[in-house]
């Protein structure tokens, strides 16, 4: 069956370190993968899209690779912040339903000062 | 410039009650779809819209109706509430289906006894 493996622990990190966030998949063939923020109480807010023939996307202090040998997408925070504390989900489209996401359950970034 | 808007926020059904979940978005895009979220658990996606005048299905589908009422508004109805429907609900858009960013509004909480 599909899969999407996000770590269901929280990451604890201090302020002003580099979060790494993992994205695992079995099963799929993704076209791209995104990255969303959602805060708690409100709806996910996109981050970051990267394609499939693209092995790595910045935006800002944001970054995030695709090995779609690993089949493994990694997420990186630079010099963390608390705002930053939120849960991270990625989603990687179905290629033979265009359009569709599967989601992740996400991982907790919390960044203390 | 609201983005995408749900209404209501919260609500508490009784079991066999029917409601219509609402969703209107006013970024001009052509793609809506429809999300439960549970704890643990990913964003599933119930039924989508491709574009004005088309729906699908999604992973969850059942105990579920839709409607693309326009390009800006589409709506998800429960006919029969059922205590597993208990969930958070998202409505997103994106500009088209596949390889965009979707954009969610803040959820609709519901609670069903």
């Known amino acids: 069956s599909q899969k999407i493996e996000q770590n269901s622990e929280a990451l604890n990190i201090q302020e002003g370190k580099t979060a790494t966030l993992t994205c695992n998949y079995t099963n799929y063939s993704p076209a791209y993968l995104q990255w969303y923020r959602q805060d708690p109480g409100r709806g996910p807010v996109f981050l970051l899209l990267?394609?499939?023939?693209?092995k790595e996307k910045r935006k800002e202090r944001l970054k995030v690779t695709f090995d779609t040998t690993l089949k493994q997408s990694l997420f990186h925070i630079t010099a963390s912040q608390p705002a930053d504390s939120a849960t991270y989900l990625c989603?990687?489209?179905?290629?033979?339903?265009?359009?569709?996401?599967?989601f992740g359950a996400g991982t907790q970034v919390v960044v203390t000062p | 410039n609201a983005g995408v808007t749900q209404t209501p926020k919260f609500q508490v059904l009784k079991t066999g009650q029917s409601m219509t979940l609402q969703c209107a978005q006013d970024m001009n895009h052509n793609s809506m779809y429809w999300y439960r979220q549970d704890p643990g658990m990913g964003l599933r996606l119930i039924y989508y819209?491709?574009?004005?005048?088309?729906?699908d299905k999604g992973e969850v589908p059942n105990g579920y109706n839709v409607s693309r009422l326009n390009k800006r508004e589409f709506s998800l109805r429960l006919e029969s509430a059922a205590p597993s429907q208990t969930s958070v609900y998202f409505c997103?858009?994106?500009?088209?289906?596949?390889?965009?960013?979707?954009?969610f509004g803040d959820g609709t909480r519901l609670s069903i006894l």
């Open positions: 819209s491709a574009s004005e005048g088309t729906t």
């Open positions: 989603a990687l489209d179905i290629t033979d339903s265009w359009g569709k996401l599967q």
């Open positions: 990267i394609r499939e023939n693209e």
């Open positions: 997103a858009s994106s500009v088209e289906p596949g390889n965009q960013p979707q954009h």
